[in-house]
């Protein structure tokens, strides 16, 4: 989740033109080390890999093996990366266009399965990463548009090939890549956020259950909204008639819009991004609903919030653990902001307190928000416990990929 991005929409061919090779290779793995794949998991750890069989250059697809030479799949390979070898396929199969263009109609038909897109939704996940065996490609969909974003460098070297499908599959007016620098530094690959395909617009016009949103690949954050609290977002709508609402971290205002419209009698957004302020606004007029956007950092604006004052508080923060070793102030931090929170709210509110910190497990953030309750001397009673939506699948038991929690809270 990093800050406002420049924009660069050179079409730069060099992106598009590294060659893939499908090798032949086989990565062995050692001894024991093959459970977790037989069940499922898409990742190949550098301390399993017992060896390399053949030749194969970084961002190449390897086969993979267990140690008595059984096939597991094949994947892409990356030496340098910390996960050297990340599943594509359980068959022995060719790695090519039509491969891609395989998986890419068999995400599409999930969507469809899920009801997606509709009448009401035209903002949603295309493709999830390794929850659509495509580890290190993210496609997000709103409206006529696509964005791409890549972290894995066999998938940057197959630019080309993934681009085509996705046209051939979705035929959109615009189809940005935007840059994931910190994936592209590990994987070492260069990365641009550009316009790849297509006709070069700042936003593009979608909908999330029948609000008006204007996402901003080129300029915004993440890929241009965030679309994994979705679901979350409609069940605030659900819960705020009456209820006077405050959405902090709010972004481009997702919450706040729902609440808004499910009969929230005033609600107020923040957020210090002066952009991301720029689109509550800009969203509160185009749904013409009444949102107050606020330009303030989330703990400064809370410290001096009337306490026992909202009756539904959603707090949405940045990630606050980036590695392990960040995992005690990131604890510290959530429990001071949920605190701050709770005194916001007013004897009989809502919570819905979120946390993208793919290290803090979800048994951890149920003790963080104990923990803040104790310092706000309030009394908390979780409703529901939520996560991403169906259109970010994953794989059981791959908790590397499962960041977002959610829960929502009764204050007394
Ligand atoms: N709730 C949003 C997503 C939030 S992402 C949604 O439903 O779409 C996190 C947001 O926190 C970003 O918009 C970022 O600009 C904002 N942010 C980061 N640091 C902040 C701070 N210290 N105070 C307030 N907002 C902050």
């Avoid at 050692?30 to 970084?58: C, I, M, Q, T």
């Avoid at 030496?79 to 890419?104: C, K, Y």
């Avoid at 979705?230 to 605030?236: A, I, L, Q, T």
């Avoid at 803090?360 to 706000?376: C, H, M, N, S």
Wanted: hydrophobic content about 40%; charged content about 25%; some cysteine.
């Amino acid at each position: 989740m990093s800050g406002d991005r420049a924009i660069d929409e050179a079409h730069d061919p060099a992106l598009e033109s590294t060659p893939a090779v499908d090798s032949r290779a086989r990565v062995v793995l050692r001894k024991g080390r093959a459970r977790p794949l037989w069940f499922g998991h898409p990742w190949v750890y550098a301390n399993a890999v017992d060896r390399l069989e053949g030749s194969a250059e970084p961002g190449a697809t390897v086969s993979l093996v267990d140690h008595d030479g059984r096939l597991i799949g094949r994947g892409l390979y990356n030496p340098r990366s910390q996960i050297p070898v990340r599943l594509l396929t359980r068959q022995d199969e060719p790695i090519d266009g039509a491969f891609f263009r395989r998986q890419i109609a068999t995400a599409v038909a999930l969507r469809g399965r899920l009801g997606l897109p509709s009448a009401a939704t035209t903002a949603y996940r295309l493709v999830n990463s390794e929850g659509d065996d495509l580890p290190g490609l993210v496609v997000d969909v709103f409206g006529d548009a696509l964005s791409v974003q890549i972290t894995a460098l066999g998938m940057a070297q197959r630019r080309a090939d993934l681009f085509d499908a996705l046209e051939e599959a979705c035929k959109p007016r615009s189809l940005y890549e935007v840059a994931a620098a910190s994936y592209a530094d590990l994987e070492g690959f260069s990365a641009q956020t550009r316009v790849a395909r297509g006709e070069s617009r700042p936003r593009v016009a979608c909908l999330e259950d029948g609000i008006r949103l204007e996402a901003e690949p080129l300029s915004g954050q993440k890929t241009g909204l965030f679309l994994d609290q979705r679901p979350n977002r409609v069940r605030v709508g659900q819960l705020a008639r009456g209820a006077r609402v405050l959405d902090v971290y709010s972004y481009a205002g997702g919450f706040a819009l729902q609440a808004a419209r499910g009969g929230a009698t005033e609600v107020t957004a923040v957020d210090s991004s002066a952009r991301a302020v720029a689109r509550i606004e800009a969203h509160a007029a185009a749904n013409q609903l009444a949102v107050r956007a606020v330009e303030a950092d989330a703990f400064r604006f809370l410290e001096t919030a009337t306490p026992r004052s909202y009756d539904l508080v959603v707090i949405d923060p940045p990630k606050f653990a980036r590695a392990r070793k960040d995992l005690d102030a990131a604890r510290k931090g959530y429990e001071r902001l949920n605190a701050l929170a709770l005194n916001a709210c007013a004897p009989g509110a809502i919570l819905v307190t979120c946390s993208c910190s793919q290290n803090v497990e979800p048994d951890e953030f149920e003790r963080i928000l104990a923990a803040g309750a104790k310092q706000a001397g309030r009394r908390v009673r979780v409703l529901e416990r939520s996560g991403t939506g169906p259109d970010h699948p994953l794989p059981p038991a791959f908790t590397e990929g499962q960041y977002l929690k959610v829960l929502f809270a009764h204050v007394a």
